[in-house]
């Protein structure tokens, strides 16, 4: 969608070198997640945010972490990489409501 | 424990037949989402089901939601090839935070 960029979009990575993912949206949207996709596990929600500077852990935080200083940008970062990091990661956004979610295009990240 | 399952995990169909994804969820919520996503590509929103007994349709697709049996069905009739794709259903337990815990997915292919 074109409200919503993730980068990069593409990233190789070494184990226990440091990887931030960024979610920018030009949306205004107040809800912004993380999840990653695995096969066999679908969509797993790793932290999500419902406000600048407020955010809560999702299903799979461990090794994640995350930083939401303004609306339109929701970082996520991995300390130190581990190869089960190897994933697809997916930002989403939401407004108020009935709350359906955006996503962005994903970012495939491999940790060797 | 917050859980969402769906079955099956991979449906095989000939064109013009009828089908139904099943999605259970694990305690109370009275929101839950269809999306569908095409090999490779991100999520897009199918339906929004925001109460009991709710129905929506949407060409071939129709979708319904009990939330006494914590049960959604996604009810494909007459299946055409352009169907194929994966299906989540999505379900919101956290009431003002908007968590949404995600389905494994049901991965649908229509056969010509």
């Known amino acids: 969608d074109a409200g919503i960029t993730q980068s990069p979009r593409h990233k190789v990575t070494e184990t226990g070198t440091p990887v931030t993912l960024r979610c920018h949206q030009t949306?205004?949207?107040?809800?912004m997640y993380w999840y990653r996709q695995d096969p066999g596990h679908g969509l797993r929600l790793i932290h999500y945010s419902y406000g600048v500077k407020d955010t809560d852990k999702g299903e799979v935080s461990d090794g994640y972490s995350v930083s939401r200083s303004k609306t339109e940008d929701f970082l996520l970062t991995l300390e130190s990489a581990t190869s089960s990091q190897t994933s697809v990661y997916f930002c989403?956004?939401?407004?108020?409501?009935?709350?359906?979610?955006?996503f962005g295009a994903g970012s495939r990240l491999t940790v060797l | 424990e917050l859980k969402v399952e769906q079955n099956p995990l991979f449906l095989s169909m000939q064109e013009g037949k009828n089908y139904t994804i099943y999605c259970n969820y694990s305690t109370t919520s009275d929101r839950l989402y269809w999306y569908r996503q095409d090999p490779g590509k991100s999520l897009e929103s199918l339906f929004v089901?925001?109460?009991?007994?709710a129905v929506k349709q949407e060409g071939r697709l129709m979708a319904s939601l009990d939330t006494k049996a914590r049960l959604s069905t996604l009810h494909i009739t007459a299946a055409v090839h352009d169907l194929s794709a994966t299906y989540f259903c999505a379900v919101d337990f956290s009431r003002g935070t908007y968590k949404y815990i995600f389905g494994t997915g049901t991965r649908l292919k229509v056969l010509a």
């Open positions: 949306e205004n949207h107040r809800y």
């Open positions: 989403a956004t939401a407004n108020s409501g009935a709350n359906v979610l955006t």
């Open positions: 089901l925001l109460s009991n007994g």
